[in-house]
């Protein structure tokens, strides 16, 4: 039931204008952005021909574009996550749901899941950017794996961050401005540390975004894809106990 429910979700997004029109837009500015990258690396090579060791094509391209899309991604993933159960809440279809011989757990994973399949199509289609650099180049396809990895865990803590934050309204618009504040909160907590106010470093381990700059570099740590792993299985948990609250209610 996980995956019809996912289904459906995903055939949900895919009838709506909104979802095709940020596919198209977001797909547009990362194009603009590898392009971009590909010029400035054509004008450094001359220099970068000189230098024993000098930064490959994986290191100036790939690599800027994925932390450019991880930020294009934490803009748009509120508005696809907003209406993922706010809008049942909203239509009072969240009750059929209840009725139906689904558990909790069922009916916010398969949510969530069909959601995260319409960033995954996003992220396949962003990945043939810098794998067409093959044709031309060499590619260290271990930064590029890293960096494919990081973004997926991203999107993934993005989208149950988002799937819960919908859960606690019925107004899609409160859920996508509460799951933006959070999700750049995330994201930026770590600037305290900044002003010596964090002398153990305490900010800078919450920080989604000092997590992903070591993947973006080609290293790979457990504690990294930890990190990740437990703020989706944090966020789903809150979730499914929302709704369980929800049904509860007289």
Do not use: C
């Amino acid at each position: 039931m996980i995956f019809t429910i996912a289904a459906r979700e995903l055939r949900s997004l895919f009838l709506s204008p909104l979802a095709w029109s940020i596919l198209a837009v977001t797909l547009f500015i990362l194009a603009y952005l590898f392009l971009s990258q590909i010029e400035a690396y054509i004008n450094l090579q001359p220099r970068l021909a000189t230098l024993e060791g000098a930064p490959g094509v994986a290191d100036i391209v790939v690599a800027p574009l994925f932390a450019d899309a991880a930020v294009v991604l934490l803009l748009i993933t509120p508005l696809v996550t907003m209406r993922v159960l706010s809008e049942e809440r909203r239509n009072r279809t969240l009750t059929l749901l209840f009725s139906a011989p689904l558990s909790m757990t069922e009916i916010v994973v398969g949510k969530y899941l069909g959601v995260l399949s319409f960033f995954l199509i996003l992220l396949a289609l962003l990945a043939l950017m810098p794998l067409s650099l093959l044709a031309g180049t060499e590619l260290d396809m271990g930064k590029l794996a890293a960096g494919m990895l990081g973004l997926v865990l991203v999107i993934a803590a993005f989208t149950a961050i988002g799937v819960y934050m919908s859960s606690l309204t019925e107004q899609p618009t409160v859920a996508a401005v509460t799951t933006f504040g959070l999700l750049l909160l995330l994201w930026i907590i770590d600037w305290a540390g900044n002003k010596q106010m964090d002398d153990n470093g305490a900010l800078a381990h919450l920080s989604m975004l000092r997590h992903y700059e070591p993947l973006l570099k080609g290293l790979f740590s457990s504690a990294d894809v930890a990190y990740y792993l437990l703020l989706i299985v944090l966020f789903i948990g809150f979730s499914i106990r929302r709704l369980d609250a929800t049904r509860l209610q007289p």
